[in-house]
């Protein structure tokens, strides 16, 4: 029985082998660059992760006031939407956190976001789940330190950071 099974192994380690699959070589040497669009000063383009373990990514963003924000949140855990859902708020600076924090976690029907506090809210994402993407454009506010969070109840407390307008 011992050899049955030894046989076995040596026979599975050599059927897993190092099969590397070729490709074809290139048929012509013709070079094409592609250029990147040139970047525009006005625009600040930011992306930030939230994982399954409630934590983003960057604990701070910075951008210069006037411009235009484009932020991507990228949820790249795995868990869905109902389990640990994330999105990306940014609060006023007159905002409590553990306020909004908590009272956001009793606003399921509203994507987590209190419908009687969104006057402490200057923009948010959507709630997405595990895999998935979400991007917003929104407008600097005005020089200064804010707060941006994760609203997804008990999420606050670990996915918070500073959004920094010089």
């Known amino acids: 029985m011992k050899k049955l099974i030894l046989v076995f192994l040596v026979a599975l380690a050599f059927s ?3 099969k590397k699959k070729e490709t074809p070589a290139a048929t012509t040497d013709t070079k094409v660059e592609k250029k990147a669009p040139a970047e525009d000063p006005n625009v600040a383009v930011l992306t930030i992760e939230g994982n399954d373990q409630m934590q983003f990514n960057k ?9 235009k924000v484009k932020l991507t949140l990228k949820h790249v855990g795995k868990m869905d939407i109902q389990v640990m859902g994330h999105n990306w708020a ?20 509203n994507d987590y976001i209190p419908a009687d506090m969104t006057d402490k809210f200057i923009v948010h994402t959507k709630m997405i789940g595990g ?17 941006y969070l994760c609203t997804f109840p008990g999420h606050y407390a670990l996915m918070q950071g500073k959004f920094i307008v010089e």
């Not at 895999?131 to 929104?138: A, L, P, R, V, Y």
């Open 131 to 147: 895999g998935e993407t979400t991007t917003i454009e929104f407008d600097a506010p005005a020089p200064g330190t804010y707060t």
């Open 59 to 67: 604990k701070e963003l910075k951008v210069k006031a006037g411009q």
């Open 90 to 109: 940014l609060l006023t600076q007159d905002a409590d956190v553990a306020t909004v924090g908590n009272a956001a976690a009793m606003a399921k029907d």
């Open 16 to 18: 897993c082998g190092d």
